[in-house]
C-alpha cells in the first residue's frame, strides 16, 4: 500500500459510509482513481468488508470490557474482539443490565484467567429514544452497510432528510457506525488501543489519532489508528509520559458482531 491506500483505510475507519467522492476530493484524486484503489484494496483482500456495529446501549443493553493475556481466545458471547501483538486479548460484552455483563466477564475468566483490565462505561447520555424507524435503518444496513441512504428511504418509505437525520443522529451520539474490517498484516498501518485512568487529559492527544472511544469522566479505552509504526510509537512515548500505567495494545485482529 503506498500513502494513498492508507488515507483511504483512515477515511473509512473514521466513516464506514464516508461517499467515495468525497473521500478522493479529501486525498486529492480523481473519483476513478479513487474507485480503482478502493476495488484493488478488496480484490487484494486488505479490506475485507464493511460492518455495522451497533452500540448495546441503543438496545437498551449495558456493555463491558475486559483483556486477558495469553494464547488463548474465547469463543463465548461477545459483541466485539480485538486480538493483539502482547498477547492480549481484548472483548467486549453485552447484557441486559450490569449483572449480566458481569456474569459474561465471569465466563470468559473461567477459561481465560483474571483479566488484566475490566472496564464497565456509564450508559451513553444518548438522549434520543430508538424507535422503529431508526430499527429499520440498522436493519437495511446490517445487510448492506454502505447502501445509499437515498435507498434506505425508499425503501422504508419516508423522506431522504428523514433517514438522513436519525442516521446522522444515531452516529453522532455513538449508537452506530459503519466498520471496515481491513487485514492490518497485509499493510504498514497500524490500529492500537489505549486504556487510561486519565482519558480526559489524553482526549486532546489522541484526538488527531483516535478512531472511537468509550470514556466515563477518568477512565477510557481509545481505539487508535496510524499510518505507520513510527508515528504509532511516538503517540505511545507521548502518551506513557502523561500516564505510565497506561495499558497498551497493538491491535492485528478484530471483529464486531450484532
Do not use: W
Amino acid at each position: 500500500m503506498d500513502a494513498e491506500d492508507k488515507k483511504i483505510i483512515y477515511y473509512l475507519l473514521k466513516d464506514g459510509r464516508m461517499p467515495q467522492r468525497k473521500i478522493a476530493s479529501s486525498i486529492g484524486i480523481s473519483a476513478q482513481a479513487l474507485n480503482y484503489r478502493m476495488k484493488k484494496l478488496i480484490d487484494d483482500g486488505i479490506l475485507k468488508k464493511f460492518v455495522l456495529r451497533v452500540h448495546p446501549n441503543f438496545y437498551g443493553r449495558r456493555n463491558g470490557f475486559a483483556a486477558f493475556i495469553g494464547d488463548g481466545k474465547y469463543d463465548g458471547d461477545v459483541v466485539s474482539k480485538f486480538h493483539c501483538l502482547e498477547k492480549i486479548n481484548l472483548y467486549e460484552f453485552d447484557g441486559i443490565g450490569l449483572d449480566e455483563v458481569e456474569s459474561k466477564i465471569d465466563n470468559a475468566v473461567k477459561v481465560l484467567g483474571e483479566p488484566i483490565m475490566k472496564y464497565i462505561p456509564p450508559p451513553i447520555d444518548s438522549e434520543i429514544t430508538p424507535g422503529n424507524l431508526d430499527k429499520g435503518i440498522l436493519e437495511i444496513l446490517k445487510k448492506d452497510p454502505r447502501i445509499k441512504l437515498s435507498d434506505i428511504a425508499q425503501e422504508l418509505g419516508v423522506p431522504y432528510m428523514t433517514a438522513k437525520r436519525r442516521l446522522d443522529l444515531m452516529k453522532s451520539r455513538g449508537l452506530a457506525s459503519v466498520v471496515p474490517l481491513v487485514d492490518l498484516s497485509r499493510g504498514d498501518i497500524v490500529i492500537f488501543s489505549l486504556f487510561s485512568k486519565k482519558f480526559s487529559i489524553l482526549k486532546p492527544l489522541l484526538e488527531d489519532y483516535s478512531l472511537f472511544f468509550v470514556s466515563d469522566e477518568e477512565n477510557g479505552i481509545f481505539v487508535c489508528y496510524s499510518d505507520n509504526l513510527s508515528n504509532a510509537k511516538a503517540a505511545i512515548t507521548r502518551v506513557r509520559d502523561i500516564d505510565s500505567e497506561a495499558e497498551v495494545m497493538i491491535i492485528y485482529e478484530y471483529e464486531f458482531f450484532h
